[in-house]
Nanobody
Framework: QVQLVESGGGLVQAGGSLRLSCAAS????????MGWFRQAPGKEREFVAS??YYADSVKGRFTISRDSAKNTVYLQMNNLKPEDTAVYFC????????????WGQGTQVTVSS
């Protein structure tokens, strides 16, 4: 089992930055691959980033990183745009599975124009 808790969301102006954190617990975290997803109002949840892939819409602006000593994954978001407004979720999959099965509760990111 892996438990995930996101934090760091908030309101920011366009062009600003935020860093989201995802604190993980559970004995399987060391074998888990992490990812970030988001869901905007009225839209389906979409993939944002993993250790090896980024959505085209965030490439060059968002960076995922992991601190294994702290069991924490981060999403650094720079040059934010109003269309980045969404609830952001971290998720975990247990390698070698490709399915994300553990999810956090989400953190709201709002970018004003």
């Amino acid at each position: 089992q892996v438990q995930l808790v996101e934090s760091g969301g908030g309101l920011v102006q366009a062009g600003g930055s935020l860093r989201l954190s995802c604190a993980a617990s559970g004995r399987t975290f060391s074998s888990a691959a992490m990812g970030w997803f988001r869901q905007a109002p009225g839209k389906e949840r979409e993939f944002v980033a993993s250790a090896t892939y980024y959505a085209d819409s965030v490439k060059g602006r968002f960076t995922i990183s992991r601190d294994s000593a702290k069991n924490t994954v981060y999403l650094q978001m720079n040059n934010l745009k109003p269309e980045d407004t969404a609830v952001y979720f971290c998720a975990a999959r247990v390698v070698p599975s490709t399915q994300y099965v553990y999810w956090g509760q989400g953190t709201q990111v709002t970018v004003s124009s």
